[in-house]
């Protein structure tokens, strides 16, 4: 099948995209391949130590996808290598390391989620650490020779920690250079990445050009905001949806964002015809209750279904419009001896409402937590399972649990 004329590529690739680097370039190129017959190859670097994805990561992984549906090679690089140094970007100290074993199986979390958008039997995966465990020490200093400590002094991160006063390790000065030798390693035509990343992509650039390479083209694409409307996605900033969470989270979560960025989710993060996103836009400003569901129905349909987006509508409109309790909240069967007392936090924590005692409490403090209907304001509550139960706890909105007892 003939590749699509260049200006039609053009309109489906640029959607969302915050810098192209040089933009003129991609349109060479893209005109090189379709004149050729010969796909371009499309990159994409993950890094393991982050093994959950959310919405937030998928901008970029929808872009790589919108590149394999126009006939172009997906090249998936899992940094297991370079997930060992640690991405300094956007760090205030030394980031620690981790071993490859762990980047291994991280990565393999990452592949399994990411074939969720992306076409798995076309897309290449490769582990970084195939050919840079093999690279000697001379190796390592001629790539190294290709950048100069002022240069890398320009990076922001590292500027502000140089002016702070604060330690930079000389090993993560190798981190951008190493993944730019992934670039070399598979010749790519384009990498893609978020803004954050911009620097890492433009020295892959200059390694390609200093090896005699047609230098990649750079895409960066914007880090979308969480659901605070206020930091970029994060799940450290409790900020985030899951891609793997259940339906009615992630409804929920949806739901959740300010009015403002519902375009900006629809745009990134959906597969909504282009043509399409004005008409979402208007809609937006004038109903945005409304377009919100659309967009939360739109996003629970691409991981799990028309069916289950349904149903999570209506839970939503049970548990958080309504304030009323789901009739199939899970079922928790306390193990605590006749008349102990068990903390709260850790009932919770047990119960699979939260991931921490940490969170938990932090919970609470946000006046988050009732248990039939009650709210707690005590973190260190401890309650008699065998005497109240059966009894219902809730954490936020859409968090419930029915708490029972067999003694």
């Given at each position: 099948m003939p590749f699509p004329p260049v200006d039609e590529q053009l309109k489906?690739?640029?959607?969302?995209?915050?810098?192209?680097?040089?933009?003129?370039?991609?349109?060479?190129?893209?005109?090189?391949?379709?004149?050729?017959?010969?796909p371009l190859?499309?990159?994409?670097?993950?890094?393991?130590?982050?093994?959950?994805l959310h919405l937030g990561h998928t901008v970029v992984l929808r872009k790589l996808r919108q590149f394999q549906d126009l006939g172009h090679r997906a090249v998936l690089i899992v940094g297991d290598f370079t997930g060992m140094i640690g991405d300094p970007t956007g760090r205030s100290k030394t980031r620690p390391a981790l071993t490859l074993k762990e980047t291994r199986e991280h990565g393999e979390t990452y592949y399994e989620q990411a074939t969720r958008i992306l076409d798995g039997e076309k897309t290449d995966i490769l582990y970084n650490s195939e050919w840079l465990d093999e690279m000697s020490f001379s190796d390592v200093i001629e790539l190294a020779g290709t950048y100069t400590v002022a240069q890398m002094l320009e990076r922001e991160d590292f500027k502000t920690r140089y002016q702070a006063g604060q330690p930079i390790s000389i090993h993560e000065f190798l981190y951008p250079l190493a993944q730019a030798q992934d670039s070399k390693h598979i010749e790519s035509d384009v990498e893609l990445g978020g803004t954050d990343q911009r620097f890492n992509l433009l020295v892959g650039r200059h390694v390609q050009q200093v090896a005699g390479q047609d230098p990649?083209?750079?895409?960066?694409?914007?880090?979308?905001?969480?659901t605070d409307g206020h930091e970029k996605m994060s799940k450290s900033l409790d900020n985030a949806i899951?891609?793997?969470e259940t339906p009615e989270e992630m409804y929920g979560k949806t739901m959740s964002i300010p009015d403002e960025q519902i375009f900006r989710y629809t745009e990134l993060i959906t597969d909504i015809p282009t043509d399409a996103l004005q008409n979402v836009k208007a809609f937006a400003e004038e109903n945005p209750r409304d377009a919100k569901h659309q967009l939360a129905a739109r996003i629970v349909t691409m991981y799990h279904g028309e069916e289950a987006a349904e149903a999570a509508r209506e839970h939503f409109e049970r548990t958080v419009v309504h304030g009323g309790v789901p009739d199939d909240i899970d079922e928790y069967?306390?193990?605590?001896?006749?008349?102990?007392?068990?903390?709260?936090?850790?009932?919770?924590?047990?119960?699979?409402?939260?991931?921490?005692?940490?969170?938990?409490?932090?919970?609470?403090?946000?006046?988050?937590?009732?248990?039939?209907?009650?709210t707690v304001t005590d973190t260190g509550l401890y309650v008699d399972v065998s005497d109240r139960a059966p009894f219902t706890v809730q954490v936020g909105k859409r968090r419930f649990a029915r708490v029972c007892w067999e003694g």
């Open positions: 489906v690739l640029m959607r969302g995209v915050e810098e192209v680097v040089p933009e003129e370039d991609l349109k060479t190129k893209l005109q090189e391949s379709r004149d050729a017959d010969t190859t499309v990159k994409l670097g993950c890094d393991p130590s982050r093994p959950d990649q083209v750079c895409m960066m694409l914007p880090l979308l905001v969480g899951g891609i793997n069967v306390s193990d605590a001896g006749d008349g102990e007392e068990v903390g709260l936090l850790n009932l919770m924590r047990n119960a699979g409402l939260t991931e921490s005692n940490s969170e938990g409490r932090r919970m609470i403090k946000q006046g988050a937590v009732s248990i039939d209907g009650e």
